[in-house]
């Protein structure tokens, strides 16, 4: 688990309890948190530096292989330096960090390449795999599936809860999430479930079939949405707008899920956008930027000031940041809201908050923007940057560049949307992905389905979260390779 904290402090960044001890003292970094430099270009003054973490010490030799041998995926997840991909037969492959067991192969090593995740209660080495996975998610550092039964099942830390079993007990091969209120060792696990979502986060969601919502794990500031601060190691009920606790009412109608460093997001009804838990850079949308929302609240329509009067409506999907968010309308159109220091909003400024939805400009536009991004199909977003799949199946990405997240072949980073390149181009790029089939965003890097079923990566890679056997940062996408054979150690 990374610090709780905005860019300008992200050298403090450690995994563990570091997020957890700066809980206490979050408002006063609040108050604190100013540009420094120029954020316009990675590798200058205002970069997000606390990312960079050591290189694994320990690296699984790998020979290159075809990438077709990966078998036909599906769907893809990625978190803080690890990655997902569901394979058409329902079984799991995972590569990158695993120091919590975040991979699921049953030990702790990373790997360069794709591995195996192994079926509930197998201990390494693996003879049993999962099975009958239908969807994917992954959290900082730990990982989520949902599987054809409805049943949900996670493995990785859990200092906080978030593998939802009912212990805090870090686990290198999945466990079943408990049912609401249960305690462990549960007899009784969450079904019915229709989604799941996790990200730059230690807390999940899962949408259940009748439209409920619910959340565990971390919760200090309010993500969980239940009315109060305690986390939980088991599921609890997402409380309804205009509730307080203790609840008597409990969201219902939602449609879209989706999960953000200490916030959450969710679409309800007929398309309206609610949001709840840390607030402190506006990601909320509620036209504010202070203290933490405990309870979903409605996010604001374009252009209005709180108190608002009108509201976000006609959404179909939503997406979530570290500290910013977005909601993509049935009109293909997108906006976004929140933190935007390096451009991850999208509209053409680096303004510090944006308190209620702006238009996402289009590709190549320069603030003010006369002309917004149309036709898109899905939204991503992770960290400091988002990103769009178009319906014509390209792909466009902003904000942060530092490592090449944005795919462009620069470390520069973008203010508004730029093309992502094709495998094997060098900036400027004359070529770039198109007919891409599902696009996936972790914290510093990026996945893509290509129309093979196949799948690319770019941007960071100090963990081997890009699958290409190494561990070197690519600016443009290159392919994930195939599964090795057993892993050789050093």
Known sequence: MGKFCFPEDMSAVMIGSARRAAVTSVLAVLTLVVVVGDASVGGANGKPVGRTAAPAV???????QAPAELGAVTAIAAGYGHSLA??????????GRNSEGQLGDGNLDPSVTPVRVCAVGQAAPCTRFLTGVIAIAAGFVHSVALLRDRTVVA???????QLGDGTFTSRSVPVRVCAVGEVAPCSQFLSGVRAIASGDSDHNLALLGNGAVVAWGFNAFGQLGDGGYAGSPVPVRVCAVGESAPCGRFLTGARSIAVGEGHSLAV?????AVAWGFNGAGEVGDGTSDNFRTIPVRVCAVGETAPCDRFLNGVSAVAAGAFHSMALLGSGSVVSWGYNVEGQVGDGTRDNHRLVPVRVCAQGQVAPCDRFLYGVRH????????MAQLSSGGVLAWGYNGYGQLGDGTRVNRLTPVRVCAVG??????????LIRAIAAGIDHNLALQPNYTVVAWGLNNHGQLGDGTTSDRPVPVQVLAPQGPAVVR
């Open 58 to 64: 320990a690296q699984r030799l790998v020979a290159q």
């Open 86 to 95: 569901l394979r058409s037969d329902g079984t799991v492959l995972a590569w």
């Open 155 to 161: 493995w990785g830390q859990n200092v906080t809860g």
């Open 268 to 272: 309800v009804g007929t398309g309206h």
């Open 379 to 386: 939204i991503a977003a992770n960290g400091f940057h988002s």
């Open 425 to 434: 181009e060098v900036a400027p790029c004359g070529r770039f992905l198109y």
